[in-house]
């Protein structure tokens, strides 16, 4: 038997580059790794793959993203025995955390365990971008530079320990959709990618603050006004910077202490409807 953590992701910066002729958008995100986790254990049977969640409602069969992890290492090793997969939710779905992505990395990795299988962290990454960009992300963890489709890494310093609160509105939003409105109308601003590196480079967490951006944000928020009045309401609860995560519609603040941040959690609780998580800034996998 063997457990592993899929840990959340927020994204520091997002932008958009371009559409690629893939039909892919070219984007360039600073990601950082969170403490907040699913967590995966897996067991041998004797054959197939079978799946428990804890969350009622999400898919156990091989639309889910860790069961189909668990299904592309047995066809590519060759591996004849079989897998349970139980996971206890923690990380709020569609909700710009890329939780599935986090439990698609961890059955990776459950699965090169489980059956001695050797794998390298490349190789993992290569099997994981073949099912989503954010996987060589979740399956590496910390914090990092990605290109490409997303699946291209540039390891950066680990940004300083941060404690973060997550305040998800009870809506949904898709991924697709983020995208497609934001080709409708892209916001005529992008994250200085640039600056926020070197900040990250001297550890100055106040200037990463100043600079964190997400193209994706405005397109979400004219959908979904409740992302505005959760960003206003982090700061006012004493956020370093509050912003919108992935494509939404999760709203994150940093925070120095861990009262402040605690408080602000208390805060959201009691006055917004939302899903609230206090959770801190997580390293690379394994440290
Ligand atoms: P994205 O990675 O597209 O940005 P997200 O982070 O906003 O997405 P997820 O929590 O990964 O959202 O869920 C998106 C959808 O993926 C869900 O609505 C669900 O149908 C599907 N899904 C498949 N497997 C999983 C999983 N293990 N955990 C959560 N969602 C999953």
């Known amino acids: 038997m063997v457990t592993i953590l899929g840990r959340a992701k927020i994204n520091l910066t997002l932008d958009i580059l371009g559409l690629r002729e893939d039909g892919f958008h ?5 990601m950082q790794s969170l403490a907040l986790a699913d967590t995966l ?4 049977q004797e054959e197939g793959i079978t799946l428990r969640v804890d969350l009622p409602g999400l898919e156990t069969d091989e639309r889910n993203l860790a069961h189909r992890a668990a299904a592309l290492v047995r066809k590519e090793c060759g591996v004849r025995g079989g897998v349970h997969i139980d996971i206890t ?3 709020p779905v ?5 939780g599935g992505s986090a439990d698609a990395a961890a059955a990776l990795r459950g699965m090169n365990e489980l059956y001695a299988l050797g794998l390298s962290d490349d190789r993992l990454c290569t099997l994981g971008a073949q099912l989503g960009s954010d996987i060589p992300f979740a399956l590496m963890g910390g914090t990092v530079l990605a290109t490409g489709r997303g699946e291209v890494m540039q390891a950066l310093p680990d940004f300083p320990a941060t404690y ?3 305040a998800k509105p009870p809506v949904a939003v898709s991924t697709p959709w983020a ?3 934001y080709d409708a109308q892209p916001p005529g601003f992008h994250p200085d990618n640039a600056a926020f590196l070197e900040a990250l480079e001297r550890g100055d967490r106040m200037r990463c603050a100043e600079l964190v951006c997400n193209v994706l944000e405005p397109v979400t928020e004219t959908a979904h006004p409740v992302i505005a009045d959760y960003r206003t309401r982090m700061r006012a609860h004493g956020a370093l910077c509050a912003m919108m995560s992935g494509s939404g519609p999760t709203v994150f603040g940093l925070f120095a202490e861990e009262r ?3 408080e602000a959690a208390e805060a959201f609780r009691l006055e917004t409807d ?3 998580h206090l959770t801190c800034t997580a390293g690379k996998y394994g440290e």
Request: hydrophobic share 60%; aromatic share 4%; net charge positive.
């Open 164 to 166: 973060v609160v997550l």
């Open 41 to 44: 254990t897996l067991t041998r």
């Open 89 to 91: 939710k923690r990380i």
């Open 260 to 262: 402040a941040a605690a």
């Open 179 to 181: 995208y497609r409105s």
């Open 26 to 30: 070219e984007i360039a995100t600073v």
């Open 94 to 98: 569609a909700a710009g955390l890329a």
């Open 274 to 276: 939302a899903a609230v």
